[in-house]
């Protein structure tokens, strides 16, 4: 018992110095009474107990590939997610994608077929999904879908317990902070009253609603996120998971630069032919961002990032909208 307390206690400060203003998962806890046995509680906070390191894990979504990626060998990665090695979407290269072999979608029999002592999921994931491999002796860990950098650390060191691999997770994001502040010190140079009002688009609208995780992408980038300020001034927005942004809501705020979409996922988009119809419709043509040509492409890799890549992915803001700082 002294010494689950005292390896409890080394957890949570191994998170509290990893990523300072992250709080640890609600619990993660490794047992030392015996040599291999652990157990940990997931984001959803269902418990699971491993008597050995998992050693054949598969991995449902691209932001638990890249996490699995860099905390465990690859031979003990069964099976990525179905966009694994797409580089408009995904951290994990052809290669990678190659050695590991199979890619699966949310589908019970190919998963058993697998036999896999681990399936990572997400918070998105259907409970009934879930549920149903739970019904079949699948071992599950559910990892959190993040809206911020404190919840994304979190999100790697949850994970990094589940595969037996606590010290790897501290490192990975010890690795995250450094970066981070390397980023800020760079930015911090840009005077509040100079920062840049964005709007990002997806093929459809304008995106990034305040507090989602693209929100606090751009303030970490030091961009107004001109989405936000529509949103948080719209009552009927805020209380809308998917708020519809009108073009007049767009003309109105004025943003300096349009952030536009990268992925042809359903090999059905025209990127450039997007960005053209936005340059040229009438409603935007008053608007600065079109005025000066600002339309910057930023890979949707960056923009829906979900892994350890978070702070590449600020970076990669801040170089389209302060090329000049860079």
Not at 101 to 125: C, F, H, W, Y
Not at 186 to 213: E, H, Q, W, Y
Request: proline letters at 4%.
């Amino acid at each position: 018992m002294k010494k689950l307390c005292l390896l409890i206690l080394l957890l949570v400060t191994l998170v509290a110095c990893g990523c300072k203003q992250t709080q640890a998962p609600a619990a993660s806890l490794i047992d030392e009474n015996t040599s291999q046995s652990y157990g940990v509680i997931d984001d959803a906070g269902r418990t699971l107990h491993f008597e050995q390191k998992p050693q054949r894990i598969v991995s449902l979504t691209y932001g638990t590939d890249e996490i699995l990626t860099d905390l465990v060998d690859i031979k003990r990665i069964a099976a990525y997610s179905r966009w694994a090695g797409d580089s408009g979407i995904s951290f994990i290269t052809k290669d990678q994608a190659y050695k590991v072999g199979r890619k699966l979608n949310e589908n019970t029999e190919e998963i058993l077929a697998m036999q896999p002592d681990l399936v990572v999921v997400s918070s998105a994931t259907s409970k009934a999904f879930v549920d149903q491999l739970d019904s079949l002796g699948v071992k599950v860990y559910v990892a959190r879908s993040p809206h911020n950098y404190k919840e994304m650390c979190a999100k790697i060191i949850g994970i990094a317990h589940a595969v037996g691999e606590p010290e790897r997770g501290r490192l990975m994001v010890q690795k995250m902070d450094i970066q981070l502040q390397e980023l800020e010190t760079r930015l911090n140079r840009i005077p509040p009253s100079k920062r840049r009002v964005a709007v990002a688009f997806n093929f459809t609208s304008a995106m990034g609603r305040k507090g989602d995780l693209l929100d606090s992408m751009l303030n970490m980038a030091h961009v107004v996120n001109g989405a936000a300020v529509i949103t948080e001034n719209s009552k009927a927005a805020r209380h809308s998971s998917t708020p519809i942004i009108s073009q007049e809501q767009i003309v109105l705020i004025n943003p300096d630069i349009f952030l536009l979409p990268t992925w042809n996922y359903n090999k059905q988009k025209d990127v450039r032919g997007y960005a053209y119809a936005l340059m040229n419709d009438p409603a935007y043509k008053n608007v600065k961002a079109v005025q000066n040509g600002q339309l910057k492409f930023v890979s949707d890799k960056y923009r829906y990032v979900a892994s350890q890549h978070i702070v590449d992915a600020v970076e990669n803001i801040a170089r389209a909208v302060y090329p000049e700082y860079f």
